[in-house]
């Protein structure tokens, strides 16, 4: 089945939409791609979408981001080439939420650098205990 995905970059991603572009015309794989300001745009079988999306989001895992699209490239329906020019569908959606990309890429790499908190073994309290504590207050 033919599916179409966006690779949207962090802003602060060292990795640029042509890199990503690059990396994919190199791979060799039959896919479609168009860059965007925010990243790119593939289009292809599934299965293929599915291996180059782990080969790429491993040169930045807190970096880049995966959206489904549901128009592939050039599709009349969403193209303002087609349509007359203009911002296209969804076009703000994308620019609102890759402004919180940022923050999001911080706190992924973060959470890489931390260790693991151990969990906190939590004994219950014996009944009279909770009893006296109510009583108290």
Partial sequence: MLVTKYLIMSSESNILPSDIAMKIYGSGYDVLVKETCFGVIINGEEEVIEKLLKEIRSLDPAGIFVKDRGFPPGDPRRCRGRRGGGARPGFYM????????????????????????????????????????????
């Fill in 94 to 137: 994308i620019e609102s939420e890759s402004k919180l990309l940022p923050m999001i890429s911080r706190a992924l790499a973060s959470e890489e650098e931390c260790e693991p908190v151990p969990e906190k073994k939590v004994r219950p309290i014996p009944l009279e205990r909770l009893e006296e504590i109510a009583k108290e207050d």
